[in-house]
């Protein structure tokens, strides 16, 4: 069905929110927009609010929907990539690495809470690459803040300007539809299961008979009012201004009722970006290496990045797969590529493409398009691959990792397993590795309680070691960066208790206690410590 794209630019997006704040139903009715799906309800919710031990359903999950992870479809002209992020919140490493692969993102907000901590977090990640962000206010069938005080909301917590480009009329059981301020329509439902025949009612003048018969008198006086608000307080949309991440344009609705979703499908295919450029480091990529930039429009040579591996849980189904994001020039099957950090050339013989829910083996791909390789260990995250050239994409960090453990073996014998279970499963993103510089002691780092669970399970599952952990006394890592070879060295032996490296061998400091951080910033100011693993 995309083929027939292969020239159009590629929309490259993904979906963040909170958990339960309706990414999965918005997922699902764009995919019937995208008229990928017949019907909706299909996907079994993920509200994510597993209790612990389903862990290991959630995981199944997510390694059965490998062809979920992106889900394609043809939409104005445009392939549209909607990439896939897990919805339990343990599991958001995994987001923030899909959020390197997009040029846009979905924000979908619950208009009855207003921004969550999730998507504080979430947000700080677009902000790396001034990810250009579309607003969904969801749920306003339901009883929800009103429309000002949750602009003010968003703007205020996430720091980024509003414009909305529809506006709701009422909230919970008044809810009537939505106002397109552009097209001065409103556009309403006489049947939620029926998303392709909207009821139109044209409401340039707000005085005409059909309009108050469809709002109501009182529901009209308050439309009336906020329109005239809008207009004085919130500027005009300005595309250049969305596509450097300063402005949202933010669409009011219900996901689960359809107001608003093809407004906002519509906003997507018609405004976010293709692929742009992306920077690269040269070899021998130091942190001051040289860097340029690789332009899809310019740069005919194939280059892509892998930003994430996904392991299949389930034994009768398992493989794992390295999703490849391509860049620039053109993919092609069985063509020689080259891996870069494994300086060796390679044929992909069976290169998967996604579509909705099917994955099928591609003969060609687009920058923009993502594609799996089969991985039998060989790959990690933030891998490059080129024609020949020795290029290492930047912007793919490990990000800070909140909880530590430190492993004990259970079996003495089985220390070189271990050590190769874990090197392999911190190279695939499922945990951090860092080893402390003072006693050689191999700790691991997660974002989510739950990854640690994963790890112990494939260590016995995949490398036959029983393994154990004991809390430890970290609660955060900054990575560093110093001015000379000799500042180094002192900072080193200074603090050598708090000194790790990551599995890629960076210096890290651990932090014990955020006012211990804040102590050695104040007394290292020429020492830099980065929450992410890719700073110059
Ligand atoms: P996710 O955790 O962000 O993927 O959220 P889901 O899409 O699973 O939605 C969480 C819950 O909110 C589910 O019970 C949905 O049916 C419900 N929901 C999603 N969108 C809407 C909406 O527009 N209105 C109402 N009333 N409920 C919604």
Known sequence: MLSSLNTAPRCTFA???????????????????????????????????????????????RGISISSSVMSFPYNERAMHLLDTPGHKDFSEDTYRTLTAVESVLMMIDSAKGVEAQTIKLMEVCRMRDTPIVTFMNKYDREAMDPFELIENVEKIL?????????????????????????????????????????????????????????????????????????????????????????????????????????????????????????????????????TTVDPETTTE????????????????????????????????????YHVRSDKKMKIATPLMFQAQDREITEEAFPGDIIGLHDNGKFQI???????????????PNFAPEIFNKVILKDPMKGKQLEKGLQQLSEEGTVQLFTRHSTGEKILGAVGA????????????EYNVNAAYEGYNFVGIRWLKFENDKDEGNFVSFNSSNIAYDHKKRLCFS???????????????????????DYR
């Open 511 to 533: 932090v014990r206690s955020e006012w211990d951080l804040k102590l050695v910033m104040e007394k290292n100011p020429k020492v830099q410590f980065f929450k992410n693993s």
């Open 15 to 61: 979906i963040i929110s909170h958990p339960d704040a309706g990414k999965t139903t918005m997922t699902e009715k764009l995919l019937w927009f995208g008229q990928v799906i017949r019907e909706t309800g299909k996907v079994k919710a993920k509200d994510g609010n597993y209790a612990k031990s389903d862990w290991m359903e959630i995981e199944k999950e």
């Open 382 to 396: 933030g891998d490059t691959f080129t024609e020949g050239s020795k290029y290492m994409f930047t912007g793919i």
């Open 302 to 337: 194939f280059t892509g990045f892998i930003f994430k591996i996904q392991a299949n849980m389930d034994k009768k189904h398992r493989d794992r797969i390295a999703f490849l994001r391509v860049c620039s020039g053109k993919f092609n099957r069985n063509q020689n590529i």
């Open 159 to 291: 720091n980024i300007q509003c414009v909305p480009m529809t506006w709701p009329i009422g909230s919970g059981v008044d809810f009537k539809g939505v106002y397109d301020l552009r097209t001065k329509q409103i556009m309403s439902f006489k049947n939620a299961k029926d998303p392709f025949n909207p009821i139109i009612i044209d409401a340039q003048d707000l005085d005409a008979p059909e309009v108050l018969a469809f709002v109501g008198a009182p529901l009209l006086a308050t439309l009336k009012d906020e329109l005239e608000l809008v207009g004085t307080l919130i500027g005009d949309f300005s595309k250049e201004e969305f596509l450097h991440g300063i402005q949202s344009p933010v669409f009011f609705g219900s996901a689960l009722n359809n107001f608003g979703v093809k407004e906002t499908l519509d906003m997507i295919s018609s405004s976010s970006p293709g692929p742009k450029p992306r920077e690269v480091k040269l070899a021998p990529f130091e942190s001051d290496s040289k860097v």
């Open 450 to 461: 739950l990854q640690f669970e994963v790890v112990k399970y494939r260590l016995e599952d």
